[in-house]
């Protein structure tokens, strides 16, 4: 398929930062919408990448900023409430806006990130996302939602946030040990979506269960982040009673490590059913065989991931 005019909202996040680049890759004419482009002026550098500040819950700078694309990638997703962006603001409001500037706009195509087991469980974090996946079905666009479980790899919040808490702390205190999921690593999820867009039916009005081959509990995850590190830390698994206590006094402090609703998306197993990669003919990458490579690097280099592991 030939090359494509795309905006990407939420594509300076994790999973943007590889994506972007495939996308570039493949000879795609990218938009980049930011709320402030100046934080991410390294972006620009990339061959036929361009960023710019818009405040994309403005319909008329959304309607503006989509005019002459081939297709909108939807990245943004909060994992907990900041001020005025709330879970319905950022997952099912602007899904809202995004659709009705795409059909104002005549852009016909629309990728957009969820989550495995969106509208399960009792988050509200996944309850939203199922409430905007609903809105894409229905858009009458044609659309493609990307459904991974937690994704792991350079400058994640899963390795390198373990890695700090466990460099740092006496002993883990570890609320829903038992919680499976199957880490799904960041550049397979970068490339199901750029397969995606660079095909006219590859994907098309369907949704992709995105995970990785290795099924592990959050106790198996963190056990195995220690050892790797070489650490010796005691885990502590927790009561849900002590689980959900530990959520509520973490969700008062700055930067919100973990949070109430973070406690109830672990009740829901984050592992899926059909296996979207084996749609698109990738064979996804195992969490453990990363470790070395995450947790390894140079001194800078840890500081750096450490430092945003704190700032999430």
């Known amino acids: 398929m030939a090359a494509q005019q795309l905006v990407i909202l939420g594509g300076t996040g994790f999973v943007g930062s590889h994506l972007v680049p495939r996308l570039a890759a493949d000879g795609h004419r990218i938009v980049l919408l930011s709320r402030n482009r100046e934080q991410h002026r390294e972006?620009?550098?990339l061959p036929q990448v361009r960023v710019r500040s818009a405040d994309v819950y403005n319909d008329e700078v959304l309607r503006r900023e989509l005019e002459g694309a081939d297709a909108v990638i939807n990245l943004i997703g909060i994992l907990?409430?900041?001020?005025?962006?709330?879970f319905q603001r950022a997952h099912v409001e602007l899904t809202r806006r995004l659709i009705a500037a795409c059909h104002a706009s005549s852009v016909g195509r629309l990728h957009q990130m969820s989550s495995l087991k969106a509208g399960q469980g009792l988050s509200q974090y996944l309850k939203t996302r199922g409430e905007a996946e609903s809105l894409v079905k229905a858009s009458g666009l044609d659309w493609t939602i990307y459904q991974p479980s937690v994704i792991f790899g350079e400058?994640?919040?899963?390795?390198?946030?373990?890695?700090?808490l466990l460099r740092r702390m006496p002993m883990l205190p570890l609320a829903r040990a038992k919680a499976r999921m199957a880490p799904t690593y960041v550049g397979d999820v970068a490339e199901a979506i750029a397969r995606c867009v660079g095909s006219a039916k590859l994907g098309q009005r369907r949704s992709l269960e995105l995970y990785g081959p290795e099924v592990l509990t959050l106790g198996e995850i963190v056990h195995r982040i220690r050892d790797t590190a070489g650490l010796r830390t005691p885990i502590i698994p927790?009561?849900?009673?002590l689980g959900q206590l530990q959520a509520q006094v973490a969700g008062l402090l700055p930067g919100t490590p973990f949070s109430l609703d973070n406690f109830r998306s672990l009740r829901t197993d984050s592992v899926g059913k059909t296996d979207g990669y084996a749609a698109l003919g990738i064979v996804p990458q195992p969490f453990t065989p990363w470790l070395p490579r995450l947790l390894g690097g140079s001194l800078l280099q840890k500081r750096l991931n450490e430092a945003r592991a704190f700032r999430r």
Request: proline share 4%; glycine share 16%; net charge neutral.
């Open 43 to 45: 972006l620009g550098v």
């Open 238 to 241: 927790l009561h849900d009673s």
């Open 80 to 86: 907990n409430p900041s001020g005025k962006h709330s």
């Open 155 to 164: 400058g994640d919040g899963l390795v390198s946030r373990f890695a700090v």
